[in-house]
C-alpha cells in the first residue's frame, strides 16, 4: 500500500508529528521504495491537538513506572557516566558479541554455536550457496543477529556522544528488527510486509500468565514508553523499565525478546555501565524475574538479576554457558 503510505507520512509530517513520519518512510526504505509524499487534508493548518485521552493501557504504564523506579535505583551501581565514552566502550561491545549471540538465541530457543557465530560475523556464509545452512532456521537467526547487533552499535555510538538515549531507541529500533528478520525475508521464509510495522493481532507468550496488550494499544502504548524514556534522567530505569515494558507490550510476532535486550544494553551504555549478556544458564531466573514484573507487580527481582549479570560477566567463554 505504497500510495497509502506516502500519504499517510506526508499527514504526519502536517500535524507536527514528523517522528512517526520518518519511521514510516524508513520502513519503506528498508526495501528501496521512496514514497510520494501526498498530504490528504485540505486545511492549511493542522487543528488536531497534540494531547489526546490516556487509554487504561497507558495509564498503567505510568503507574509502573512512577512505582518501580525507585526499586531499580536502590538495586544499582552508580553509574559510571560517559566522561570517557568513545573506541574503548565500543571495542568492549565488541568482545562480546559471540557471548551475547549465543546467549541471545538460546535462550529464544535457537540451536546456534560459537563456531556458527564467528562464521557469520566473518562473512563466511552464504544461504545460497552452501546447501548445509540453505533456508536453515538457525543459521538464519545467526546473520539476522549480526545484522541487528552492527545496526545497534551505530546507536550506541549516537548514545556515547551524549545525544538523548530514549530518543535514539525510539527512532533506531524498527531497523534493528528489519535487520534481524532481513535474511529471512532474502530466503522467502519471513514477507517483506512483516518487517513494515506491529503486530496487528493478539499474541501470547508461552509458559506466562501475562497476556499482552491488543494490537490496537501498540502504538499508543509505545508512545508512553518513548516518552518516559526520553524524559527518565536515571540510565539504570531507563535500562531496567525500557526492557521490561517493552517485552510487556510485546509490540512484533516475534524477536520482542532479542529487540528488548538489544534496548537494555543502548540504555546500559547512557549510564557508561557495560555491554550485559543474559547467560542462557540462568534462562529460568530470568524468565521468573520478567514474570514477577509482569503477573505481580515486583521489578525489584528483575533489576538485580540484570545487575548480577552486569557484574558477573565473563569474556568469551561464557557464549558455552
Not at 507468550?205 to 494490537?215: A, D, E, L, V
Request: glycine share 8%; proline share 6%.
Amino acid at each position: 500500500m505504497v500510495t497509502a503510505a506516502g500519504r499517510l507520512a506526508a499527514a504526519f509530517d502536517f500535524v507536527k508529528r514528523p517522528d512517526e513520519a520518518e519511521l514510516i518512510r524508513r520502513a519503506f526504505s528498508k526495501f528501496r521504495i521512496t514514497l510520494k509524499s501526498a498530504n490528504p487534508f485540505e486545511l492549511a493548518e493542522p487543528t488536531i491537538s497534540p494531547s489526546k485521552e490516556r487509554s487504561p493501557y497507558v495509564l498503567r504504564l505510568h503507574s509502573m513506572w512512577a512505582g518501580w523506579r525507585q526499586d531499580v535505583i536502590n538495586a544499582f551501581p552508580t553509574a559510571a557516566g560517559l566522561e570517557k565514552p568513545g573506541a574503548n566502550y565500543l571495542a568492549q561491545v565488541d568482545e562480546r558479541y559471540v557471548s551475547d549471540a549465543c546467549n541471545s538465541l538460546s535462550i529464544e530457543g535457537y540451536r546456534v554455536t560459537d563456531e556458527l557465530i564467528e562464521r557469520v560475523a566473518r562473512g563466511d556464509w552464504n544461504p545460497d550457496g552452501d546447501p548445509e545452512h540453505d533456508k536453515t532456521r538457525n543459521a538464519l537467526a545467526a546473520r539476522g543477529y549480526h545484522q541487528a547487533f552492527q545496526a545497534v552499535k551505530e546507536g550506541i555510538a549516537k548514545v556515547l556522544t551524549k545525544e538523548n538515549a530514549g530518543l535514539v531507541v525510539k527512532c533506531d529500533h524498527h531497523d534493528w528488527y528489519a535487520e534481524l528478520f532481513g535474511p529471512s525475508v532474502v530466503a522467502g521464509i519471513v514477507e517483506a510486509s512483516q518487517l513494515a510495522g506491529y503486530r496487528r493481532g493478539p499474541v501470547f507468550i508461552r509458559n506466562s500468565m501475562h497476556t499482552p496488550p491488543p494490537g490496537e494499544a501498540i502504538l499508543d502504548s509505545l508512545e508512553a514508553l518513548w516518552d518516559m524514556l526520553e524524559s527518565e534522567p536515571e540510565a539504570c530505569v531507563r535500562a531496567v523499565l525500557g526492557h521490561h515494558l517493552f517485552v510487556f507490550i510485546h509490540p512484533y510476532d516475534d524477536g520482542n525478546g532479542r529487540i528488548g535486550r538489544f534496548l537494555m544494553n543502548t540504555l546500559l551504555a547512557s549510564g557508561g555501565y557495560p555491554w550485559t549478556v543474559i547467560r542462557m544458564s540462568r534462562r529460568e531466573e530470568y524468565m521468573k524475574a520478567l514474570e514477577a514484573a509482569s503477573v505481580k507487580g515486583q521489578i525489584k527481582p528483575l533489576a538485580e538479576f540484570i545487575v548480577q549479570e552486569m557484574q558477573q560477566w565473563a569474556p568469551a567463554r561464557e557464549g558455552k554457558s
